[in-house]
T-cell receptor, first 115, second 110 residues
Framework: EAGVAQSPRYKIIEKRQSVAFWCNPI?????LYWYQQILGQGPKLLIQ????????DSQLPKDRFSAERLKGVDSTLKIQPAKLEDSAVYLC?????????????FGPGTRLTVL | KQEVTQIPAALSVPEGENLVLNCSFT??????LQWFRQDPGKGLTSLLL?????REQTSGRLNASLDKSSGRSTLYIAASQPGDSATYLC?????????FGKGTRLSVIA
């Protein structure tokens, strides 16, 4: 079974530029998560999708971050415009279905550096 | 608000030693607790998932215990190997989405 795929693996941009990340979850997984992990910290949930609907985006900085999951499969996370403090690893995870009992499976992450 | 603390922040041990990593959480109303491993520049690999009704889970040389009432979990690693060097994160799931600790960075010296 293929794991969670993410691209790109690394991205370097200047502040005020825009950037987008892509995630392809494990086949058949209905729930998809985007996390932000700042160096030395644990991951922090940004947004959770159930199929193509948003379940929780309470910690997403909506003035600059947006995410979508068209057709309930792939997802993109966009930052526009980027700030220096957005430098972090962006992790995508998926689980078979919504529910706190379900294990989450993580992708390799995208490391973003904002200069 | 759920808070997760991991002690120690970093640990260095000689190969072959048994070791314990600690995780504590402030709100005992959790559904499950997960231990993850993270290698430098990589994503998270799930090691063990303990449901709130369980006391422990084992996988190979790893054993995780959960004491929900006291808000504590431990990850026991037996006969440590250099390949065990990584950051170990615990995360709890409850009324809020997964909340992570900052991790323990483990170095096993050959």
């Amino acid at each position: 079974e293929a794991g969670v795929a993410q691209s790109p693996r690394y991205k370097i941009i200047e502040k005020r530029q825009s950037v987008a990340f892509w995630c392809n979850p494990i086949s058949g997984h209905a729930t998809l998560y985007w996390y932000q992990q700042i160096l030395g910290q644990g991951p922090k949930l940004l947004i959770q999708f159930q199929n193509n609907g948003v379940v929780d985006d309470s910690q997403l900085p909506k003035d600059r971050f947006s995410a979508e999951r068209l057709k309930g499969v792939d997802s993109t996370l966009k930052i526009q415009p980027a700030k220096l403090e957005d430098s972090a690893v962006y992790l995508c995870a998926s689980s078979p279905r919504q529910g706190t009992y379900n294990e989450q499976f993580f992708g390799p992450g995208t490391r973003l550096t904002v200069l | 608000k759920q808070e997760v603390t991991q002690i120690p922040a970093a640990l260095s041990v000689p190969e072959g030693e048994n070791l314990v990593l600690n995780c504590s959480f402030t709100d005992s109303a959790i559904y499950n607790l997960q231990w993850f491993r993270q290698d430098p520049g990589k994503g998270l690999t799930s090691l063990l998932l303990i449901q709130s009704s369980q006391r422990e889970q084992t996988s190979g040389r790893l054993n995780a215990s959960l004491d929900k009432s006291s808000g504590r979990s431990t990850l026991y690693i037996a006969a440590s190997q250099p390949g065990d060097s990584a950051t170990y994160l615990c995360a709890v799931s409850g009324n809020t989405p997964l909340v992570f600790g900052k991790g323990t960075r483990l170095s096993v010296i050959a």
